[in-house]
């Protein structure tokens, strides 16, 4: 299933994407898509059957689209994640996952305003493999495990200050966690439409020109290993994100002058199966 919220800002409704690419309402079903319906197997069973009936009331088309879950805990995030990033970024691989947070409320929808901070020089772009947990996962000691925890997929874009991330002390929060900092959606993907989640493409064009055309297969940690190994350090609970990392093509990793976004330029992004996201930049 492709189950997605619609709306404007705080007054999203869950709906699902249907096969004939029509918008269907949800909310006579369920509350929201949260980590809550996640969770609930039977509940999610009862829109798939709904979906496949048929009959569910149709949504506007040019509604706006908003992030495709709500009531989200935490946002993790792996850093360095591909062998092409880490090599345009002169670092070296790294023997463990690099595990960062960003906060709940930099979450927007998928073609919602970027804002550039105040000040910013160097506001990149990350193409990345959300990956939405639908159990509570303590301690996992399997691949197999983590991936059984895993409710599904979504794009995101990390979108980074790399002067407040790398130049201004500390660790890289301040980077991180500007306003609307996190695109997610357009769709939350079920874990059963990808069935391997290490054969994606991954891609992102800056004002029409492709930037990064990246695969999943290139991630120095798997999707499996990034779930297991995260369990280990926290608690992973239904609804929770964990942002996988991006592949090479950032602004950083460029030649310079680096082609650092600024407010009025436009990135597009996409993977494989998950959908596309449009976001112009304004100025905070």
Not at 26 to 41: E, F, M, R, Y
Not at 246 to 274: H, N, S
Request: contains cysteine.
């Amino acid at each position: 299933m492709k189950l997605l919220r619609v709306g404007a800002a705080g007054e999203e409704r869950p709906a699902l994407l249907a096969a004939d690419g029509s918008l269907r309402d949800l909310s006579g079903l369920v509350a929201d898509i949260d980590g809550a319906l996640l969770a609930d197997a039977g509940a999610l069973a009862r829109v798939r059957a709904a979906g496949a009936a048929g009959g569910l009331p149709v949504l506007d088309a040019g509604s706006r689209i908003g992030p495709p879950l709500t009531g989200i805990g935490k946002v993790v995030c792996i850093g360095l994640n591909y062998h092409d990033h880490a090599a345009e970024t002169g670092a070296q691989p790294p023997a463990e996952p690099v595990v960062f947070f960003k906060a709940a409320d930099t979450v927007v929808g998928p073609n919602d305003t970027v804002l550039v901070p105040r000040n910013s020089t160097k506001t990149d772009w990350e193409v990345e493999l959300a990956v939405v947990i639908g159990r509570t996962a303590r301690y996992l000691s399997s691949h197999e495990e983590a991936l059984a925890h895993v409710a599904g997929y979504a794009l995101a874009n990390d979108v980074s200050e790399r002067e407040f991330q790398l130049e201004r002390g500390g660790t890289w929060d301040k980077g991180k966690n500007c306003e609307t900092f996190n695109p997610l959606g357009p769709w939350l993907v079920t874990a059963d439409e990808v069935p391997d989640p290490q054969a994606l493409s991954l891609r992102t064009w800056v004002n029409g020109e492709l930037k990064q055309d990246g695969s999943t297969a290139d991630q120095i940690f798997p999707v499996a290993e990034v779930v297991r190994y995260v369990s280990q350090f926290m608690t992973l609970r239904p609804g929770d994100v964990i942002n996988t990392g991006t592949p090479a093509g950032v602004a950083m990793g460029r030649p310079d002058p680096k082609p650092y976004l600024r407010p009025g330029d436009v990135v597009e992004l996409e993977i494989t199966g998950l959908g596309r996201q449009r976001q112009e930049f304004g100025a905070a």
